[in-house]
């Protein structure tokens, strides 16, 4: 009889087993890549995902590139404020005595501010539609 036990209780045993089977492994794992298989068909396609970084590398490439061209300018104008700083420390010390020196330097500063209101005014004029550069 004791054989008659065990076969029943194998039995038991082995239909348990198969069913859990049949449901699935019930491990963490298992359940974590069925949600990531049911879930893969709400991913973007790959080629949004690679346009979309284009998009953002070329607006930071274009942010460096301003940001550069600013600090370029900001120096110019340093540059431009030391040389007027320059031009007047000449003319202070200038002999008044010397004319052609005080004439020189007042030359060369008009020169600067005249190039400076020049490279202002080289912005494109409109008049009735028409440009006039």
Do not use: W, Y
């Amino acid at each position: 009889m004791l054989s008659a036990a065990c076969v029943v209780v194998e039995g038991r045993e082995l239909k348990k087993t198969l069913e859990r089977i049949s449901e699935g492994n019930p491990c963490e794992m298992a359940e974590q890549i069925r949600t990531i298989k049911e879930e893969l068909n709400m991913l973007p396609d790959s080629s949004l995902i690679s346009a979309e970084c284009k998009r953002v590398f070329d607006l930071a490439e274009k942010e460096k590139e301003r940001k550069e061209a600013a600090s370029a300018l900001s120096l110019a104008h340093i540059r431009r404020e030391e040389k007027e700083v320059r031009d007047d420390v000449s003319f202070d010390n200038a002999s008044h005595d010397d004319l052609s020196n005080i004439i020189d330097v007042l030359d060369t500063k008009m020169q600067s501010v005249m190039q400076d209101e020049m490279s202002e005014d080289e912005s494109t004029l409109e008049i009735e539609g028409k440009e006039i550069s």
